[in-house]
């Protein structure tokens, strides 16, 4: 058998082996080496001379994508690439290739469970059963009726789409802001100020960038309808979580139901983790039994796909490369 004309090394997985990975890149002519095993700087030692790499956590900045020019591409294991510099990539003529349609139903599933279990005061019935308020479930109030509250999404994409296809019956109306200004069926879109000002129910459905990261400020918060739920599935850092703690104590939020945190794990001294109108989950919206096989796949055959110069749809620096 003739050797594979392209090389991707996988820098650092979660997985015991990359031969998911490695059968999804073979039909393009690619094959994948795993080098997870080893520290950070001799797993990039070993990928001097390669195509394309592969990272899950380990932060890729300027001066490292600098030091291996024979680099083309670098596929992120994931929705978010925050610890991917593409702009610094795109510079160089990488592309950075992420996979946000691995997960799209199951976090959109968790978002719709999440909404529906704070709104609905879950863990508050049953502390009150804990409490013997059985007969008591006025003392659960406000729950208003969801057909007359407005659901707002921050970002209508894969997933916002999802949510927005689920959630929607429940809710009397909702809105939603893209960059683009293109939302799906059903949907109204309004202002950033706006989803964030006027719904019941704000959910976050947008990546880290330096534009996004402490999105839900102070400011922000001030903003929004006395007594709303914020949801947050997407990346901890969208949020300031000192003010938000402070927004909840407050209250000036009603509730927050988060899948991630800032630091994951958390440290013990979170704020957010310590309040009683919390609902925290531990980052898991994107997994079910198929969600990691499906990453795997998709990553693969995507990163060797470029390499053989075949259209990828998620090259998430793809206006940066083309205006080089």
Not at 6 to 17: F, G, I, N, P, S
Not at 57 to 66: E, G, H, Q
Not at 131 to 160: D, F, N, Y
Not at 299 to 308: F, K, N, S, V
Request: glycine content about 8%; aromatic content about 6%; charged content about 20%.
């Amino acid at each position: 058998m003739s050797e594979l004309r392209h090389h991707l090394v996988a820098l650092d997985t979660e997985y015991d082996d990359v031969s998911i990975e490695a059968e999804a890149a073979r039909p393009f002519d690619a094959t994948v080496s795993d080098a997870s095993s080893l520290s950070p700087e001799d797993a990039l030692a070993s990928a001097d001379g390669a195509d394309g790499v592969l990272v899950c956590r380990m932060t890729l900045d300027a001066a490292v994508i600098a030091r291996f020019p024979t680099w083309r591409v670098i596929g992120r294991y994931g929705v978010g690439f925050d610890n991917v510099d593409a702009e610094a990539a795109a510079r160089a003529g990488i592309a950075v290739v992420n996979v946000p349609d691995y997960c799209v139903e199951e976090t959109a599933t968790h978002t719709a469970a999440l909404v529906l279990a704070a709104w609905r005061k879950l863990i508050e019935s049953r502390r009150l059963i804990d409490a013997g308020g059985w007969k008591e479930p006025s003392r659960l109030a406000p729950i208003p009726p969801l057909s007359r509250c407005t659901l707002g999404l921050v970002g209508a994409g894969h997933t916002g789409a999802e949510v927005a296809r689920l959630l929607g019956p429940f809710f009397g109306e909702v809105i939603a802001y893209t960059p683009s200004g293109q939302v799906p069926p059903g949907v109204l879109w309004a202002p950033l100020e706006t989803v964030f000002a006027e719904p019941d129910v704000v959910s976050l459905h947008c990546p880290l960038t330096g534009e996004t990261e402490n999105l839900v400020d102070a400011a922000r918060l001030a903003s929004m309808k006395r007594g709303a739920l914020l949801v947050n599935v997407s990346r901890g850092r969208l949020l300031d979580s000192a003010a938000v703690a402070d927004a909840l104590r407050s209250g000036l939020l009603g509730g927050l139901a988060i899948d991630v945190l800032p630091t994951e794990p958390p440290p013990a001294d979170e704020p957010l983790l310590a309040l009683p109108n919390v609902l925290c989950t531990n980052h898991i919206a994107w997994y079910s039994d198929d969600s990691t096989i499906r990453l795997r796949q998709l990553l693969g055959e995507r990163c060797a796909a470029y390499l053989a110069g075949r259209p990828v749809s998620s090259v998430v620096n793809a206006a940066a490369l083309a205006a080089r």
